[in-house]
């Protein structure tokens, strides 16, 4: 969900746009109540009306497999490369951890989930209230709530909820919640997928299904992030993006799905006859996607396991995809900075965008239907994108409403480093399809407000982005701004950066400060 990015493209087949998601949360109380979500307002029917509360190819021959080798979660315990950033000390606003059981009705194409959070206050700040958004598809007569139960200590405590029509869940606490104490809440609800096409754009599909994938992108409520003095975040509604704006946490997730289906997700750690497990630690998001045609080929580069999910007909570009992830992977650790989770995988999904959310990337269907062995196909020029948004988006943060343009940026522009790198023939061809051809105008620093719609923000601001940082790359020169790139995801991984930080990290690495460059923009 962190963040998410996406691309507008010209390839050898057809022009298209791919989308990255980030993130999503929630809570432990006891309710005894039903919501239905109005249409898309976020008008809310209720239905029981009683509340109570809770590099290379060179890297190892890939493997296929009926499923997968799974590994233990988490962060690496030794990072291949100095630099590699840790959340142990992090200062976040509020401190979540999550737990979800998912039971999938993959023909029904819908999901019983009962969600659990724990919501611990850093201090200084005392609370008397907590915060959660309600993604797109959870405003939607799609999304019925059952019950939402707070527990405190071991009692459980009643207390409000406030729905507002722009997709905001407060929960007013009965007790106050004090610095180092915790709540948890408990929010159990169901949701249905929509019928998506390959041709499907995001956010529309986003929890979808096509002829033999399941997907579920923003599927569940988030906390909002907590600035200490200003209390919780909330923001007018747009589907710019649509914006991932969350702080990291812990997540675990079991999937309980018929015989016969596969379920990819981010940190796999083992399958328990049709129970599927999965764990990330410091994520921005989670996601998971469903088949019962998946099969695997996985890799080990840098320390990371890569799985790659794809459906059976496509294993000619699954093995494109597991070749160009692992020359990514070792780009982007030079680049950035070391990817700093056991694993990454890589899920055929059902529609034309693709997704990145905690330890996932859910890539082009329609990419992979359409694969000629080119590198100029969309399979191909969205793999580099979608999985730099692991390093800007997920692993480091920023506000995609206000400062859409930092992600958008730092994820474009990291296509045509991975093109220099590994295809300098097609540097030319960049610049004309990729960017030239779409005739990105405008200021870069538009907000999602400004832009009005996602293909404002995949014309514009990720193709201005691109130009922007090939200019001050071309002005500071390589080394240079290869220092500043690696500062910044140090600095800010498991955060979230403001354009500020951007341009103070970039001041320590420019001999002169590049003003005329940022004024053109």
């Known amino acids: 969900t962190q963040a998410h990015a996406a691309s507008v493209g010209r390839y050898r087949t057809q022009s298209a746009v791919g989308l990255i998601v980030n993130n999503n949360i929630l809570i432990n109380y006891r309710v005894v109540t039903g919501f239905v979500l109005g249409p898309s307002a976020g008008v809310m029917r209720l239905l029981l009306a009683t509340v109570l509360l809770a590099a290379c190819r060179d890297a190892g021959p890939s493997s296929a497999a009926a499923i997968p080798t799974f590994v233990p979660p988490g962060i690496l315990e030794k990072p291949v490369s100095?630099?590699?950033?840790?959340?142990?000390?992090?200062?976040?606003?509020?401190?979540?951890?999550?737990?979800f059981d998912v039971v999938l009705d993959y023909t029904g194409h819908r999901a019983q989930v009962s969600?659990?959070?724990?919501?611990?206050?850093?201090?200084?700040?005392?609370?008397?209230?907590?915060?959660?958004?309600?993604?797109?598809?959870?405003?939607t007569t799609r999304f019925t709530l059952s019950t939402v139960r707070m527990q405190e200590q071991v009692e459980t405590a009643a207390t409000q909820l406030h729905?507002?029509?722009?997709?905001?869940?407060?929960l007013r606490l009965p007790q106050d919640l004090n610095p180092h104490e915790s709540r948890l809440v408990s929010i159990k609800y169901g949701l249905e997928a929509v019928e998506v096409g390959l041709a499907t754009r995001r956010p529309p599909g986003d929890v979808g299904y096509g002829e033999e994938v399941l997907q579920f992108i923003n599927w569940y409520p988030r906390l909002v992030p907590y600035h200490g003095g200003r209390g919780w975040e909330r923001w007018a509604p747009t589907d710019v993006g649509p914006p991932l704006l969350a702080e990291v946490a812990d997540y675990q997730l079991?999937?309980?799905?018929?015989?016969?289906?596969?379920?990819?997700?981010?940190?796999?750690?083992?399958?328990?006859?049709?129970a599927w497990q999965f764990q990330m630690q410091s994520a921005r998001s989670i996601a998971f996607s469903a088949s019962p045609a998946y099969e695997l080929k996985t890799r080990t580069e840098a320390g990371v396991i890569l799985y790659v999910f794809y459906l059976r007909d496509h294993a000619f570009a699954a093995d494109a995809v597991l070749d160009a992830a692992t020359r990514a992977l070792v780009?982007?650790?030079?680049?950035?900075?070391?990817?700093?989770?056991?694993?990454?995988?890589?899920?055929?999904?059902?529609?034309?965008?693709?997704?990145?959310?905690?330890?996932?990337l859910l890539h082009s269907g329609q990419g992979f239907e359409d694969y000629t062995g080119q590198p100029d196909t969309l399979l191909m020029a969205l793999l580099p994108l979608t999985m730099a948004h692991q390093w800007w988006g997920q692993v480091v943060g920023y506000h995609p409403i206000a400062e859409p343009w930092l992600g958008a940026s730092l994820a474009m522009y990291s296509e045509y480093l991975y093109i220099e790198r590994y295809q300098p023939d097609m540097k030319d061809w960049y610049w004309r399809d990729?960017?030239?051809?779409?005739?990105?105008?405008?200021?870069?620093?538009?907000?999602?407000?400004?832009?009005?719609?996602?293909?404002?923000?995949?014309?514009?601001?990720?193709?201005?982005?691109?130009r922007f940082l090939h200019e001050l790359r071309n002005e500071m020169g390589p080394t240079d701004f290869r220092s500043f790139t690696r500062d910044l995801f140090r600095n800010g991984a498991f955060k979230l950066i403001s354009g500020d930080d951007f341009f103070d990290t970039l001041r320590r690495y420019a001999d002169e400060y590049p003003q005329l460059v940022i004024a053109r923009y």
């Open 82 to 99: 100095a630099g590699t950033p840790s959340p142990d000390s992090l200062k976040l606003g509020a401190v979540a951890n999550y737990h």
């Open 331 to 360: 780009l982007f650790n030079d680049q950035f900075g070391h990817y700093p989770y056991r694993s990454l995988v890589i899920a055929q999904d059902a529609y034309l965008s693709s997704v990145s959310a905690g330890g996932l």
């Open 163 to 170: 729905f507002t029509p722009d997709g905001f869940l407060t």
């Open 434 to 466: 990729r960017i030239d051809y779409w005739q990105p105008e405008g200021a870069l620093n538009l907000t999602g407000y400004d832009l009005e719609s996602t293909e404002g923000l995949l014309q514009n601001t990720y193709r201005v982005g691109a």
């Open 115 to 139: 969600q659990l959070v724990e919501v611990i206050n850093p201090g200084p700040d005392v609370w008397t209230e907590l915060v959660f958004f309600l993604p797109r598809d959870l405003q």
């Open 254 to 274: 079991q999937v309980l799905a018929p015989e016969g289906i596969v379920v990819a997700s981010g940190g796999p750690v083992e399958r328990r006859g049709n």
